[in-house]
Structure formats: C-alpha cells, structure tokens
C-alpha cells in the first residue's frame, strides 16, 4: 500500500479555505476505473479528521460494493475500529431512490434511508457511509437522484463531505452530483501518460453544472487548478 499522506495534505492546500460559514462538498472521480479515486478520497478524509481536525463524512456512491467501507474494515491497524452502523441520514432524506418501493406489512412503503447507514471510524470525527445493498428485494434498482438536499443536509452536520463516485466508465454517478459539490477533483495513475479521458471527464462534469478544481496524480504529486488548464485545454 502506498502512503500517500504527504500528497494528501499537499491536495488538502492546495484546495484552498471554503467559504466562511459554509461546509464544504468534494467529489473525487477518475475517467476509467483502477486510477485510484477511491484511496485519494480516503487519505484526504483520513487526514483532514486526523491533522486538520475536521468532522469529515466519507461517502461512497459504488453502491453495491462499498469499496471505502469495506478498506476501512480491512485495516483497522491504519484507520481504527469502525463503530456500530447508525443512520446516514439526519433528516431522512438520502441522495438516492430505490425502485420499485419496499412493501411493508401495514402496506406503507419503507423510507429509503433504510438502506444507508455510517460508521464512525477510529473513534475521530470520521465517518463513512455503507449502502445495504442486501435489504434489495427481487428487482429492485437504485437511482442517484439529481438533488441537492442530502447534500445540503449533510453540510449542516460535518465541516466536510468527501464523495467518492464510481469511475465515469462504469457509471454516470459523478455527474448526476457534480452540480450539487463544492470541487470535482479528477483522479489520473501515475502511470497513465494518456490524459485524454480525462479531459473528456473534465468538460463532462463541466457540462453538468460542475466545478473541476484539479488533477491529482495518485502516487506521485499533486498539481493546484491551473496545472488541469495547461494539460487539459
């Protein structure tokens, strides 16, 4: 595993202050999956509840597999121990639909939010979301809902949310949120001298109402906003 602590707190700068009074949404997202978005994503999270003293919400839009759930357990010896699942949601309300509903025995339909549950991590203001995908039943489907109420809910209870979406490849996730984050940060491997998905990802997300903020390159450095217009004109 590579430590990637000095580039998170390199990136943690180089994303500059949020706005005053004002909790801040960061999406990280690669164009084609296996660049590393998802470990970018928890090292950031890792070191802002940890060195800067943030209360920090992971969230993992990989819905069916929980990736950051799932290498947060993994390594209780880097993170800590993950705490009992509680609810995601402080209002109910989550950032995705499940279709069709979920049938209850009084023949009402049971609340979405059944379905998201977080974990506090290590004991630090860390948390990191967990989707049940084995509470679907039958034929049902999952929906990012194009909204900003999770998210603007989710501001009022942590200084910072950290989502970390499905590479654009598998999944048009990224952009269905993208105009409801503060930054979209674009994940490229070290080792992939192609930048042209990228690019491409870059002018998707910007389509959708987006704000890419940068490019990190996992594993080696990370490059402030103006290194993404140079490369990626």
Request: avoid cysteine.
């Amino acid at each position: 595993m590579v430590d990637l602590s000095a580039e998170a707190a390199e990136l943690w700068a180089s994303l500059g202050p949020p706005a005053p009074g004002r909790a801040r949404a960061i999406q990280f997202v690669a164009a084609r999956r296996g660049e590393g978005a998802s470990t970018v994503a928890r090292e950031l999270a890792t070191f802002a509840a940890r060195r800067a003293g943030r209360t920090v919400w992971l969230v993992d839009l990989d819905l069916f597999s929980s990736p950051q759930h799932s290498a947060i357990s993994a390594r209780p010896d880097l993170y800590g121990d993950l705490g009992k699942a509680v609810s995601a949601t402080p209002d109910g309300g989550v950032f995705f639909t499940v279709q069709p509903p979920t049938p209850m025995p009084d023949g009402t339909v049971a609340p979405d939010s059944k379905f998201l549950v977080a974990h506090q991590v290590g004991g630090d203001r860390f948390w990191v979301t967990r989707f049940r995908a084995d509470a679907l039943r039958g034929k049902q489907a999952v929906h990012i809902l194009s909204s900003s109420d999770y998210w603007n809910t989710l501001r009022r209870h942590a200084d910072l949310v950290i989502v970390d979406s499905p590479s654009a490849d598998r999944s048009q996730a990224a952009l269905t949120v993208a105009p409801f984050m503060d930054q979209t940060v674009l994940v490229v491997s070290a080792d992939q001298p192609d930048v042209s998905a990228p690019a491409r990802l870059r002018d998707a997300v910007t389509a959708a109402g987006g704000r890419p903020s940068g490019v990190f390159f996992n594993r080696a450095r990370v490059e402030a906003p103006a290194f993404l217009r140079r490369i990626l004109p």
